[in-house]
């Protein structure tokens, strides 16, 4: 045998992998982003953005079902991924299920997983409110039927699991992001809008039709200074070209070692002690569709 042929075969076997071992890795990177009611844990896979939401307060023992939505291309290692909550391992899916149970002392941690080992991880910061009184049924759809664009929105379906076209706005199907049972005949979800577009829309829900007002809302500055302090923030609400009647808009300080509102309108007893303020918008305060509110 030529010689060179021989040496050139070796060459080219120590470049080829062992047997099992890949030619490249997953790349894994985490980031989190805060709703009024809600958090959502993006785990970027390569190309591809997996995210779970979970409700930021509950008041429910029950595990928290949370529904994958997926972006993006798909990893080519898409096959080997999974997530992994409470040791349980989930193959990654558009509309997978995991379940997270909620005990008190334990992180409630997701990790994405492949064959081979931990890829990234993220801990969502729920708290869990734990009442001697049962948390009272509030309807969301019907009882405040005024939606900010972008941020997941609270349901209810009858004492089941939720299905997939449970929900709709406008014809479009809302995808469900997660799910907890309230008792055994309803069960509390948090719903996407697939589609965020300003104005009076329609959500179907099993339970009928609600129209439902959904402004845009814009506040300033987005980095409050201390040198110069800042004095108050502004409130800039779009979308409300067809408003009829006063609305009262709720505007949340969840970070009160920070900052402290004026006149704060209540408070919610959660680990941060939340400040709520209410602001009310009259018909007589648009213009153009658009108000602005000085909040000290």
Not at 86 to 107: F, M, N, Y
Not at 165 to 191: C, H, K, W, Y
Not at 217 to 244: A, D, F, M
């Amino acid at each position: 045998m030529n010689p060179a042929l021989i040496l050139g075969a070796l060459l080219l076997g120590a470049f080829l992998p062992a047997a099992g071992q890949r030619l490249s890795e997953p790349t894994c990177t985490v980031r989190a982003e805060e709703w009024a009611l809600a958090y959502t844990g993006h785990f970027q896979v390569d190309q591809m953005d997996v995210a779970v939401t979970v409700p930021r307060i509950t008041g429910l023992s029950s595990p928290i079902v949370v529904h994958l939505q997926i972006t993006g291309q798909p990893s080519s290692f898409v096959s080997d991924l999974h997530l992994e909550v409470a040791g349980v391992q989930t193959p990654i899916a558009q509309g997978a299920i995991v379940s997270l149970p909620l005990v008190h002392g334990r992180r409630a941690e997701f990790a994405v997983v492949d064959t081979h080992r931990k890829l990234c991880s993220w801990t969502a910061p729920i708290v869990l409110q734990r009442s001697k009184k049962p948390v009272p049924y509030f309807d969301f759809l019907t009882g405040a039927p005024i939606h900010v664009l972008g941020e997941p929105i609270f349901a209810f379906v009858p004492g089941r699991s939720a299905l997939v076209d449970d929900f709709r706005v406008d014809g479009l199907q809302m995808p469900v992001l997660n799910e907890q049972a309230f008792d055994r005949s309803i069960t509390r979800v948090q719903i996407a809008d697939p589609a965020p577009t300003a104005g009076i829309r329609t959500i179907e829900s099993p339970f009928g039709r609600v129209p439902s007002l959904f402004v845009n809302v814009k506040i300033t500055p987005t980095r409050l200074e201390i040198n110069p302090p800042s004095r108050r923030i502004n409130v800039e609400v779009t979308g409300l070209e067809e408003l009829r009647h006063p609305i009262f808009l709720e505007i949340a300080n969840i970070y009160t070692g920070r900052m402290k509102l004026g006149k704060c309108w209540r408070t919610f007893p959660d680990h941060e002690r939340a400040q709520v303020r209410a602001i009310e918008i009259r018909p007589s305060d648009v213009k153009r569709g658009h108000s602005k509110h000085p909040v000290p």
